[in-house]
């Protein structure tokens, strides 16, 4: 019964911003470890951000560091990734995932159990 819903993809221009969230509906629970993939096609799901712990730890893939934040509300399950200088090859289908248990293999898709069923980004130069 739990689906994480994102919201906030949209069209933006090169060096632009945008927001995007992601929370679940219906039945939830507290979910320990909060990411963020992106997607294109003919490229593998590509790791973009994640926040875990009860420390709110961060850790960014190097093609968003210093220009992605991520962050959450732990009481409502919510994460935000906000992009700001978005670059064309930012353009993808961004989408959420969590998983109620604290891991260390972030990065790995299959380490998530709770997927968003995407949103899409497009930055134009």
């Known amino acids: 019964q739990v689906q994480l819903v994102e919201s906030g993809g949209g069209l933006a221009q090169a060096g632009g911003s945008l927001t995007l969230s992601c929370a679940p509906s219906?039945?939830?629970?507290?979910?320990?470890?909060m990411a963020w993939f992106r997607q294109t096609p003919g490229k593998d799901r590509e790791f973009v951000a994640v926040?875990?712990?009860?420390?709110?730890?961060?850790y960014y893939g190097d093609s968003v560091k210093g220009r992605f934040t991520i962050s959450r509300d732990s009481a409502k399950n919510t994460v935000y990734l906000q992009m700001n200088s978005l670059k064309p090859e930012d353009t993808a289908l961004y989408y959420c995932?969590?998983?109620?248990?604290?891991?260390?293999?972030?990065?790995?898709?299959?380490?998530?159990?709770?997927w968003g069923q995407g949103t899409q980004v497009t930055v134009s130069s």
């Open positions: 995932a969590a998983t109620p248990t604290y891991i260390s293999d972030y990065a790995r898709g299959q380490s998530y159990y709770y």
């Open positions: 219906g039945r939830t629970f507290s979910m320990s470890t």
């Open positions: 926040v875990r712990g009860s420390e709110e730890s961060t």
